[in-house]
């Protein structure tokens, strides 16, 4: 993945500070260990998994019950690699229920057939309000529907050892995993949650976790040699120009620096439509991770080119407090159109009116790739600070380098930040007063 930064001469670049801050983190998430961080449960998490698909294939489809990390993720990875409105359906369905909306939900048990669904409920503290609704009524019309063998269709993802679904797993010998303790429902694609709907669909989750793998040994790996180089350098001039701080730190960096310049907005323009997805994703990721205690920058996904049309002309000429992370293709060349020597219909006739023949023989993908440039200069042009992402393949692999990335970047933007990216203190105090209202309904 090739990173550069554009407009930020105004960033501090103080790189004594920022070795400072690096060790201390380092040692903080040594000391720590959290799972998302080790990735240590991973071997355990694939026997596991491995040992559940031949359980659960063959089941058609899969109605997945959650929201916010429980959901995004998995999302993520479906729209990404199995999409379900692919021109020939897929032996595998994907359902997620990721809202209580009234309409939807019905339809899905309306017209799901019972004894080829699976009903996947996620939920780590088993206590959401809108997933637990939802299993309850899909426990009740599946038990009316298949009353001797009910319990073989719902698998539980939830807390190993506590929790109503822990209890419910216990009681009617569901099939479950576990989220490891520790591994925040944002942070939570690499375990259960995004791994057995992975399987399910087919998808390659084992090289998914290895880029996720891949990527937290170059950033502990890049850190400690860093930290070691910079303790036996004597010129800080000379040091400058040779060495450089951990890829990763330095996205934390930006990131940092463009709030403390009030930056307080951050696009997320995404030109790989395939993983257009990830929007959503990092959306939660960023939000509900850093903004706390006044800090934190809202984050706008953006797709490209799509997005062209309906909000660049803000980012460019609205008010100057967006900075911007910029996913393209890396190095884009003729071979990397794979659309028009492999799928038909995707380059422009030859027939077409005169004024029109710049476009003639192109492939859509050379006008993405057109479109990213152009729409890239154009933000660099109107001074918006960015880090521009290029992404060299679109494999799974390449996927879960990229997430694993953009998880240690929050975790670190948290660090710089001096707050804890882990909890979600006033999302606590709206579902406490929704628990409230509808306990005082009548």
């Not at 959901?71 to 809202?99: E, Y």
Request: proline residues 5%.
């Amino acid at each position: 993945m090739k990173i550069t930064y554009y407009n930020t001469s105004n960033f501090s670049q103080d790189e004594n500070a920022s070795k400072e801050a690096l060790n201390s983190f380092f040692h903080r998430l040594q000391k720590e260990a959290l799972p998302f961080s080790t990735l240590d449960f991973t071997d355990e998490l694939i026997a596991s998994v491995e040992k559940a698909s031949l359980e659960i294939q063959n089941f058609k489809h899969m109605l997945l019950l959650g929201v916010g990390g429980s959901t995004l993720g998995p999302q993520a990875l479906q729209k990404s690699f199995a999409p379900q409105n692919r021109p020939i359906p897929r032996s595998k369905q994907l359902w997620v229920a990721d809202n209580v909306d009234t309409s939807f939900f019905s339809e899905c048990l309306n017209t799901l057939p019972p004894e080829e669904t699976l009903i996947l409920v996620i939920s780590k503290s088993g206590s959401t309000l809108e997933t637990m609704s939802q299993y309850f009524i899909c426990k009740e019309w599946i038990q009316k529907e298949l009353p001797k063998t009910w319990q073989k269709h719902f698998f539980i993802i939830t807390d190993q050892q506590k929790g109503f679904l822990r209890e419910e797993v216990k009681t009617h010998t569901f099939k479950s995993l576990p989220v490891p303790e520790g591994l925040g429902g944002r942070f939570s694609i690499f375990c259960a949650v995004g791994i057995l709907p992975s399987a399910f669909l087919g998808l390659d989750y084992k090289q998914f976790l290895q880029g996720a793998k891949d990527a937290r040994n170059t950033f502990f790996d890049d850190s400690k040699k860093y930290l070691a180089q910079f303790e036996q350098e004597q010129d800080t001039d000379a040091f400058l120009l040779e060495h450089s701080l951990p890829t990763v730190f330095k996205m934390a960096h930006f990131a940092f620096e463009a709030m403390e310049k009030n930056f307080s907005q951050l696009i997320f323009f995404n030109y790989l439509p395939k993983w257009s997805s990830l929007g959503a994703w990092f959306r939660q990721l960023w939000s509900e991770s850093l903004g706390k205690q006044g800090n934190g920058s809202t984050p706008i996904p953006a797709i490209g080119a799509t997005d062209q049309h309906s909000i660049l002309q803000l980012f460019l000429d609205g008010k100057k407090d967006k900075a911007c992370i910029f996913l393209k293709q890396l190095d884009f060349t003729e071979e990397d159109a794979p659309d028009a020597k492999n799928i038909p219909n995707s380059l422009v006739p030859t027939n077409i009116p005169s004024d029109w023949k710049w476009i003639a023989e192109k492939s859509l993908s050379q006008i993405l790739e057109a479109e990213a440039i152009a729409t890239r200069t154009a933000l660099i042009e109107y001074d918006i600070p960015m880090l521009s992402l290029e992404s060299l393949g679109h494999t799974e692999y390449d996927f879960g380098k990229l997430m694993w990335n953009l998880g240690m970047v929050t975790i670190l933007t948290a660090y710089l930040l001096d707050i804890n990216p882990f909890d979600q203190p006033a999302v606590e105090e709206s579902k406490a007063l929704a628990k409230k209202w509808l306990s005082e309904k009548k």
